[in-house]
């Protein structure tokens, strides 16, 4: 039988840092199913749901939420999976201590700012060319990510001794260097 949430063991204890991850992931992927759905992407809607399946099963493993935050995701990753296994997600949904059928429920829906990362990871090129990755806070400015991009070992050497004819910076995704 499927338990609802994680057991208790030893010491740890919920944590807050645990559960508002928790529930970005969460959020996340109701967003991502969701999108992938609408268009018609079940490959990827797929992939959406096995990794929230495995984060899920890292979070038990780890136990380091309350019950009730982990019911509730276990709850919308049901709910997720009805549209593509619905015999399977019924049973599942009966198994969890709910009488009524999942196919009466409503679509979970997500909060944006829940489900807004907190870190970004910017790729850093030279003439178009991976040179470094860094881990950024999402509200990064244009300007803050030139100068960390341009700060790292990894790019100094490309950009030493040349001039920077332009700097490309996509938000959220990369700083490219142009130099001659």
Request: proline share 6%; hydrophobic share 40%; aromatic share 6%.
């Amino acid at each position: 039988m499927l338990e609802p949430y994680p057991k208790k063991t030893g010491d740890k204890l919920a944590s807050k840092p645990a559960h508002t991850e928790l529930e970005r992931t969460t959020h996340q992927t109701i967003r991502r199913v969701t999108n992938d759905l609408e268009k018609m992407r079940f490959n990827t809607m797929l992939a959406a749901l096995m990794e929230f399946t495995n984060y899920l099963a890292r979070v038990k493993e780890a136990g380091l939420v309350t019950p009730p935050a982990w019911a509730e995701s276990v709850e919308k990753l049901l709910l997720l999976l009805a549209p593509s296994v619905p015999h399977l997600a019924e049973e599942l949904w009966q198994q969890t201590g709910r009488t009524y059928s999942i196919h009466n429920q409503s679509w979970p829906e997500w909060d944006e700012t829940l489900a807004k990362d907190e870190e970004i990871t910017l790729v850093v090129q030279v003439n178009g060319k991976l040179r470094d990755r860094i881990t950024v806070p999402a509200s990064i400015t244009e300007a803050e990510a030139r100068q960390l991009a341009a700060e790292r070992e990894r790019v100094k050497t490309y950009l030493a001794g040349r001039r920077v004819l332009k700097a490309i910076y996509v938000p959220g995704r990369l700083v490219n260097f142009v130099v001659k």
